[in-house]
């Protein structure tokens, strides 16, 4: 089971609790053409959005963060999904073009640091495979390609992958991720 925090922070990130007054903002994320270029599709329909918002506030098998500046100002977004024993699974990954320099490894760090604080080890997830700078990203961070659909490459993290790039990107989040339940 997932538990949702009331904000995880990290050097100059914060992820909080996506809540349905964010629908706008991430309709407007998963629609640009774009930044959904690689996302399962979504339809342009906030009345949509609103009501997966809702559905998810009671959904313990899910954490959906909005990426925020230390400010409160919504940069992205990241979902944490799909239990599989001590490994998670995590995507809905998108950053507006207001993300400031290291949002992507930051980010990526804070969900790693997140996952292993509230009892995850590994992690697993697919990319699609026409998105080479994700590819490239994740395969840096120690991701190990383990299989592939039609559209996707699958990847698996192990605890010690995870470890590593905690440690080889500390700069970017040299404290870890400080967890606010």
Known sequence: MFRKPRSVRGRQLLFRDAAVA?????????????????????APDVQQ??????R???DDTQVYFIICKLDGTPVGTVRLYDQRGDSFCWGSWIKSD?????????SALM????????????AHFDVRK???????FHERFGAVKVGETDEDNLYEMSNAAIKAALQQ?????????????
């Open 111 to 122: 969900v790693y640091d997140f996952a292993l604080q509230i009892g995850f080890q590994r």
């Open 169 to 181: 990107y500390r700069k970017y989040l040299p404290d870890g991720a400080a967890v606010a339940f």
């Open 98 to 106: 207001g993300a400031p320099s290291g949002f992507g490894v930051e």
């Open 56 to 58: 998810y506030a009671g």
């Open 22 to 42: 964010d629908a706008e903002f991430i309709l407007a994320l998963r629609t640009d053409e774009k930044k959904g270029e690689f996302l399962s599709a979504t």
């Open 130 to 136: 026409g998105n080479a700078s994700v590819i490239q």
């Open 49 to 54: 959005q609103r009501d997966w918002l809702t």
